[in-house]
């Protein structure tokens, strides 16, 4: 018996496999040491190491002995969950269970962030598409700005699944870093004055149940009357806020927040690493997509705070925006809101943020819902 027969694994390694590993390695590390997402880091870089040991029967391949093809259980998982849309689809249904739309009822202005913050995802879509991507995979690629990891994945499962697990990769990891990415962003196009403004103006008005029941509803006709092929995005995002506001579900609420969330999250997270095979990864695209999807995420912290500023021009003193919310208008939810509030009790104790932020912040995710949406309706009619 032959060395290769007794030890496939050892004979079949290569140095892009060794990589990959290390890659799987570095994520888990941000997950337990940093403490970046590690719901969804520990899952797929734990999956990364999974694929990348050769003869791995967690994916399909070629059995050596038989000759045999074998189907691995993260590929039954994505051709499950992934290729069909169900896992990002109800990790929707769960993050809507989460939202509470009332501090953006009571600041309804800063709902523009969410549109001014998607900038990032248009200039990225150009980029690409400049640099040799058909119009598709430029959609996919640019769609990381949005923050939105679910968002991300219906995008490239739809119009690039070869690009699926770079994609994946970036929206989510990005999505981590917002503590580390967003910040030198900020203060690089705010000056101190701009970020010690207190937004004293915030309301505190009781929002009625009525219309916290009737908003999902309404946002899911008006979508669909205007992007019919948005609905799987927004409807399923506004069914889960739905059980959360009607108030006579409230065990289906908890159990989508808690057990559905971190049971799809666990398994979406493993699943993606199906993509993160040595032959796809190392390549020279995937660290093209990786720098254009960080190119997107700061553009859209960019837009957003320029947009904030712009605003300011316009509004009287006592009743100006402090331009860092404006780059909450990003999916990361809530972690860029929490960011935020960071950011302003460090230029100064006294001034909180959080409310606005939160606003901004919930606003970001329907932006990114919508923009996902517009993406999967107008790319078909141009590509």
């Known amino acids: 018996m032959g060395f290769e027969e007794l030890l496939p694994a050892i004979a079949?390694?290569?140095?892009q496999h060794l990589v990959m590993i290390a890659v799987g390695l570095i994520l888990i590390y941000l997950a337990i040491v940093k403490n970046y997402e590690p719901n969804l880091l520990l899952p797929m870089g734990f999956g990364a190491i999974l694929v990348n040991i050769p003869w791995s029967s967690a994916i399909s391949q070629i059995d050596p002995a038989t000759g045999e093809a074998v189907e691995g259980v993260l590929n039954v998982f994505f051709n499950a969950g992934i290729a069909?849309?169900?896992?990002?689809?109800?990790?929707?249904?769960?993050?809507?269970?989460?939202?509470?739309?009332?501090?953006?009822?009571?600041n309804p202005s800063l709902l523009l962030f969410g549109a001014a913050a998607q900038f990032g995802i248009f200039l990225t879509m150009v980029l690409a598409a400049v640099l040799g991507y058909d119009l598709r995979e430029a959609a996919s690629i640019g769609i990381i700005g949005a923050a939105d990891g679910p968002t991300s994945i219906v995008v490239a499962s739809r119009f690039a699944p070869d690009l699926l697990g770079p994609?994946?990769?970036?929206?989510?990891?990005?999505?981590?870093?917002v503590p580390i990415?967003?910040?030198p962003v900020i203060r690089s196009l705010t000056t101190r004055k701009?970020?010690?403004?207190?937004?004293?103006n915030v309301s505190n008005k009781v929002i009625s149940k009525?219309?916290?029941?009737?908003?999902?509803?309404?946002?899911?006709?008006?979508?669909?009357?205007?992007?019919?092929?948005?609905?799987?995005?927004?409807?399923f995002l506004m069914f889960g806020n739905l059980i959360r506001e009607c108030g006579v579900l409230n065990n289906l609420s908890k159990a989508a927040q808690n057990e559905l969330s971190n049971l799809v999250t666990l398994l979406l997270g493993i699943t993606i690493a199906s993509t993160m095979t040595a032959d796809r990864f190392i390549r020279v695209d995937t660290l093209v997509i990786i720098a254009l999807g960080l190119f997107a995420?700061?553009?859209?912290?960019?837009g957003g705070v320029l947009f904030a500023k712009f605003l300011n021009?316009?509004?009287k003193e006592g009743n100006k925006i402090n331009p860092m919310v404006g780059a909450c208008g990003i999916s990361a939810f809530p972690m860029s809101a929490r960011v935020i509030h960071q950011m302003g009790q460090k230029e100064d104790p006294y001034n909180y943020l959080l409310m606005p932020a939160i606003s901004a912040n919930v606003g970001g995710q329907i932006g990114s819902v919508i923009v996902g949406g517009i993406i999967l309706t107008l790319v078909p009619l141009f590509a």
Do not use: C, H, N
């Open 210 to 235: 009525k219309a916290l029941i009737a908003f999902p509803i309404v946002v899911t006709i008006a979508a669909g009357i205007i992007a019919p092929s948005s609905l799987a995005l927004i409807g």
């Open 181 to 183: 990415i967003q910040p």
């Open 194 to 200: 701009e970020r010690l403004i207190r937004m004293t």
């Open 12 to 15: 079949g390694m290569t140095w």
């Open 84 to 106: 069909t849309e169900i896992f990002p689809l109800l990790i929707f249904v769960a993050v809507g269970a989460m939202i509470d739309f009332s501090p953006l009822f009571r």
């Open 297 to 302: 995420f700061v553009f859209d912290t960019f």
């Open 313 to 315: 021009l316009f509004r």
């Open 167 to 177: 994609i994946s990769v970036a929206a989510y990891s990005y999505m981590a870093l």
